[in-house]
């Protein structure tokens, strides 16, 4: 019976010749080129420079890949160090979302100071880029059928009311999973949203960056608990045991998904921590007064120096 149902979709959307184009790279572009027109319109309000956004961009992107896959790499070595060809088949899936903010942060940092910006300021500008650009990413996720939760029935998945597509493609080999994509996809949307709404607040600068990460990692927190595919390592079990209480309110209606080794989910412990420091920079930004402009205050234009005279 589950043959008259499943009609999976095919991750290659175009081949030409020994040249594959997947939906993944095709979404994963389409991202990057929303979230960039987002921020140069939003910059030209704020008084950056549409150029310094573009190659902003070309920066961090690169540096972005470079390092969501070193991050994957690293916490798979087991499997990478005998299958070395594969570390650069991105197509497959395989980025780590906290190890490209890494990479992206550290070199968008690099680059904004050589352009004489304040990072925050650009931060505030791009921080809805980003979350729209996870958002869609996702379904990259889901074309792949990664980056799902584990075993549901298919009645389960028509109860949420999904459209056909969905249940289908979360049938792999037989089996259902939860569509864990879609939930992270929907939460992001919603902060989307958020960050939009918190422009017209004009909170301090900086504060719709560190809203960005409070948001994504509270999401992610709990999302995670339910795949299957977490980055995990073997940790303490007092930290094991903080965790686990802090997901048990998911345990009322969902199952934890299964982890093939460790006991701590790497993306879980990194979301609380970027949460919690999130938080606390808001709050201790403000408290010691260093939060001084708001976010649509305009930086004053750079003084010219006079020129001076040659005497002979």
Known sequence: MLSSY????????????????HWYGIIMGSAVLLGLLLAVREGKRRGVKEDDLIDLVFWVIPAAIIGARLYYVLFEWSYYKDHPSEIIAIWNGGLAIHGGLI??????????????????????????????????????????????????GRAFLEHLHLPR???????????????????????????????LFMRRWNPKRGEIFFTYFAWYSLGRFFIEGLRTDSLTFTGPGW????????????KVVFKAGAMDSGNIRVAQLISLLLMLGAIFMIIWRRAKGIAKESYQDRDPEPK???EQSIEG
């Open 6 to 21: 499943f009609a999976a979709i095919n991750p290659v959307a175009l081949e030409l010749g020994p040249l594959k184009i």
């Open 239 to 250: 930290l094991e045991s903080i965790l686990n209480a802090l997901w048990s309110p998911m």
């Open 165 to 195: 597509f969905i249940i289908d493609q979360m049938q792999i080999n037989g089996t259902y999973y939860h569509p864990t994509f879609l939930y992270e996809s929907l939460w992001n949307l919603a902060g989307f949203v958020l960050l």
């Open 103 to 152: 990479g992206a942060i550290v070199v968008g940092y690099w680059y904004v100071k050589r352009k004489n910006v304040a990072f925050l300021k650009v931060a505030d500008i791009i921080a809805p880029s980003i979350i729209l650009g996870q958002a869609i990413g996702r379904w990259g996720n889901f074309l792949n059928q990664e980056a799902h939760g584990g075993e549901v």
């Open 304 to 306: 010219l120096e006079p």
